[in-house]
């Protein structure tokens, strides 16, 4: 398994579709049966793997304080992407476009194996380098 950014991501960033900063981004978790595909688009193609669970909404929950900063390596990055008083197992996090009309794929992260929380908070802590880099 693997992780990486869906092809649709990048046409969109360069046909000026798409607005990291703006857009209302959501962040979804799937179970074992995902697989990463670069050339799927939609979160339509994705959401039969995606989990249940005390404590999560289908269709994930919304990406905050989004950023986007230039430099030699420019980052977007947003805050850390919490579920409270949570029970379930997770494999993965798609991250997606709510505000375009087909909820268009951005990248897919692969957690390496169940993530399980019981009776807790589930954080998914982005890295300090950013969620998306480009150098």
């Given at each position: 398994m693997?992780?990486?950014i869906y092809n649709r991501f990048k046409a969109n960033l360069m046909n000026k579709e798409v607005d990291l900063e703006a857009d209302t981004v959501k962040v979804l978790l799937l179970d074992n049966s995902h697989a990463f595909t670069a050339t799927h688009n939609q979160k339509?193609?994705?959401v039969a793997n995606e989990i249940s669970g005390t404590g999560y909404t289908a269709g994930g929950a919304e990406l905050t304080t989004k950023a986007v900063t230039q430099a030699a390596t420019t980052k977007w990055d947003g805050d850390n992407t919490a579920w409270a008083a949570a029970s379930f197992t997770a494999y993965?996090?798609?991250i997606y476009d709510d505000s375009l009309?087909?909820?268009?794929?951005i990248c897919s992260i692969d957690f390496g194996g169940a993530k399980t929380?019981?009776?807790?908070t589930f954080t998914i802590q982005w890295?300090?380098?950013?969620?998306i880099t480009l150098a």
């Open positions: 693997a992780s990486g339509s193609e994705i993965h996090a798609v009309t087909n909820d268009d794929l929380v019981s009776s807790g890295d300090a380098a950013g969620i």
